[in-house]
């Protein structure tokens, strides 16, 4: 059964302080991996698609990239203005979306 | 250009009540999908439409519907409503429904 797993499901950093959210995944073949971020009582807002092992993905301090079993969102000396909920979501040769279930996310001043 | 957009924003309704969601997708997607967001499953895929036919159906009971129109905008029913129903139902628009996903703002629907 395909399936998305997050981790970990809440993290706290101080401003400025770096680091890694993950996401693996069983897909019976991948057709994209999808990266969102969900602010409180909004719908998730797109960030990146990555479709091939080794692909990598930049915007601002955001960094994704992918492998064959998992992704990685590198968060690169974050603001509060980052704080959100980060989602992971993959399409397979079915055409369905599956989502994790996030990564909450707050960062300090 | 406009984005996905949903109506009601919120809803309250008591058991065994029907209710009905709107969602209007950006103009030119032809895709429309459903998800219930709950805090302890995440995103739960409801079903798909294009071009006014249901292309995928996730794992829900019978009680949950949709339909499309001609100009793209989806509805979703739900039927005998359980608290259980409880949730943020998001919809998300596509060109075709195997690309980028975008979704609107939500139904935040409360069952008493």
């Known amino acids: 059964e395909d399936q998305v797993t997050q981790s970990p499901e809440a993290l706290r950093l101080q401003e400025g302080e770096s680091s890694s959210l993950n996401c693996s995944y069983t897909v019976s073949g991948l057709r994209g991996l999808f990266w969102y971020r969900q602010d409180p009582g909004k719908g998730p807002e797109f960030l990146f698609t990555l479709y091939s092992a080794g692909e990598e993905k930049e915007k601002e301090r955001l960094k994704a990239t992918l492998t064959k079993k998992e992704s990685f969102l590198h968060i690169t000396a974050p603001k509060p203005e980052d704080s959100a909920t980060y989602l992971c979501a993959v399409r397979d040769t079915g055409n369905q979306f599956y989502f994790g279930t996030g990564t909450s996310l707050t960062v300090i001043p | 250009k406009a984005g996905v957009t949903q109506t009601p924003r919120y809803l309250i309704k008591t058991r065994g009540q029907q209710v009905t969601l709107s969602c209007s997708p950006i103009?030119?997607?032809?895709?429309v999908s459903w998800y219930q967001q709950t805090p302890g499953q995440g995103l739960q895929f409801l079903f798909e439409y294009f071009s006014e036919t249901q292309r995928n159906k996730g794992n829900f009971p019978g009680r949950f519907s949709g339909r499309q129109f001609s100009n793209s905008r989806s509805e979703m029913n739900v039927s005998t409503l359980e608290l259980g129903d409880s949730a943020l139902y998001l919809c998300?628009?596509?060109?075709?429904?195997?690309?980028?996903?975008?979704f609107g703002a939500g139904t935040r629907l409360s069952v008493l």
């Open positions: 998300a628009s596509s060109w075709t429904g195997k690309n980028i996903q975008y």
């Open positions: 103009s030119g997607h032809r895709s």
